[in-house]
């Protein structure tokens, strides 16, 4: 089973600020990660799909990159909107997993 | 607009059973792979169990192998999930997700609570 390691487990921003949330698999996937969005009492939303690929309707502020075993999604200039927990999740091999999770909490 | 509704969720005893629904609307459902994913209260994501656009491939999580069992009615645009022996690590809100590249679009979710 490929484990996702994310880090920080929680962050807390000021406004405008520049988030890095970073998602580690244990063994190379490739570019098959992807990232979700989970705002309190809501169901998961994709955000990002293979590492970096965009999700129509998904505000442009949130990018992903990286490849192999280290990614990174990227929220530029935070909203208060945006406060929630964020999910990296692999699709190289099953079973399907994702990272613990990534809470943002707006200052 | 994509709709995903489950139902079926609520209050069980520990070894009993329910049977989750997913009713799918705005695409065409026969067309798209299909997952369930769990998720315990407070806790974070639990992939469990994915089923191809024709019903012919099946996966389960190791957690759930044996228990419970994934099946889709194209016809009736439906997914469902059928859970025996239910324990109390169960405990969990059911999403279906459908499936294209990634996750795509999740439903709202239903709260199974396993419990005496």
């Known amino acids: 089973e490929i484990v996702l390691t994310q880090s920080p487990d929680f962050q807390s921003v000021t406004p405008k600020e520049k988030v890095t949330i970073t998602c580690r698999a244990s063994q190379s996937i490739g570019s098959s990660l992807h990232w979700y969005q989970q705002k309190p009492d809501q169901s998961p939303k994709l955000l990002i799909k293979?590492?970096?690929q965009s999700i129509s309707g998904v505000p442009s502020r949130f990018s992903g990159s990286g490849s192999g075993t280290d990614f990174t999604l990227t929220i530029n200039s935070l909203e208060a909107e945006d406060a929630a927990t964020y999910y990296c999740?692999?699709?190289?091999?099953?079973?399907?997993?994702f990272g613990g999770g990534t809470k943002v909490e707006i200052k | 607009e994509v709709q995903l509704v489950e139902s079926g969720g609520g209050l069980v005893q520990p070894g009993g059973s329910l049977r989750l629904s997913c009713a799918a609307s705005?695409?065409?459902?026969?067309?798209?792979?299909m997952n369930w994913v769990r998720q315990a209260p407070g806790k974070g994501l639990e992939w469990v169990s994915y089923i191809s656009s024709s019903g012919s491939t099946i996966y389960y999580a190791d957690s759930v192998k044996g228990r419970f069992t994934i099946s889709r009615d194209n016809a009736k645009n439906s997914l469902y999930l059928q859970m025996n022996s239910l324990r109390a690590e169960d405990t969990a809100v059911y999403y279906c997700?459908?499936?294209?590249?990634?996750?795509?679009?999740w439903g709202q979710g239903t709260l199974v609570t396993v419990s005496s």
């Open positions: 999740h692999q699709s190289s091999s099953l079973p399907l997993t």
């Open positions: 293979y590492a970096s």
């Open positions: 705005g695409f065409t459902f026969s067309s798209y792979e």
């Open positions: 997700a459908r499936w294209l590249a990634a996750l795509d679009y």
